[in-house]
């Protein structure tokens, strides 16, 4: 299937293979998701579009190919259908027919199972957003909110990690809690220290482009910080927190 964010295709199913991505325009499928055309390949050594790289990883030897697009109902190329290696001989016209019969449905398919997990996606992010709305109506301590707004907050918006930072005006610093470890930074540093100290909005596409970011944290522990939302919370016009 086409991943439209990375412009890649995604192997979803194939036999005797795994964790495969192809970017758009190389390779066989990755020219068929492109171009919409379908290819069919006698020979796939003589093809200089064919990648031998998966048959040398895996000792499989491709000879002919068979590739065609498959589209959504307004068109689109959504996915690619391959079919290798013929048993009798090569792929026919007869075979061309009965893989774009087999596309047609299969876009039909794939788009109803989109639909169905976006619709399950979408019932999650409300449940998690209702989940925070009660808990800041409720009587819990400070600490369980806190948590509560963090862990249902990377649900809301697809995040892998959130951090809610509540401001400490007359020391002017930040500090949070992130499990048994308190964390105090100046709001004169960094990204949620630019916002504390603006009260503006701040989404990063990239941190490590961003002047104010710290790779400092990233390189101790080894994770990877790639976008970034970080955002006020107010009381008024005073920042209280951020998140």
Do not use: W
Request: proline share 2%.
């Amino acid at each position: 299937t086409l991943d439209n964010v990375t412009q890649e295709l995604v192997l979803s199913v194939a036999e005797g293979a795994s964790n495969i991505r192809v970017p758009l325009g190389q390779g066989i499928a990755g020219t068929v998701a492109a171009t919409g055309e379908t290819i069919n390949i006698t020979d796939a050594y003589s093809d200089p579009r064919f990648s031998s790289s998966a048959d040398r990883a895996t000792g499989y030897r491709t000879n002919t190919i068979l590739c065609h697009p498959i589209k959504g109902t307004d068109g689109t190329i959504i996915g690619v259908l391959q079919a290798i290696n013929k048993l009798d001989g090569v792929f026919t016209n007869i075979d061309v027919e009965v893989i774009n019969t087999l596309s047609l449905q299969a876009g039909i398919a794939l788009l109803n199972a989109r639909l169905f997990a976006n619709a399950n996606k979408s019932r999650d992010k409300f449940r998690s957003l209702l989940d925070i709305i009660s808990a800041m109506q409720s009587q819990m301590g400070v600490n369980s909110l806190i948590f509560t707004i963090t862990q249902r907050t990377t649900r809301v918006v697809d995040a892998d990690r959130c951090t809610l930072y509540l401001v400490d005006n007359v020391q002017r610093g930040l500090f949070a809690m992130q499990g048994e470890v308190n964390i105090r930074i100046s709001m004169e540093q960094g990204i949620a220290g630019q916002v504390a100290s603006t009260g503006d909005i701040l989404n990063i596409p990239d941190a490590y482009d961003h002047p104010q970011f710290n790779q400092a944290i990233d390189k101790k522990s080894g994770y990877r910080t790639k976008a970034i939302l970080c955002m006020p919370i107010k009381k008024g016009d005073l920042v209280i927190g951020v998140i």
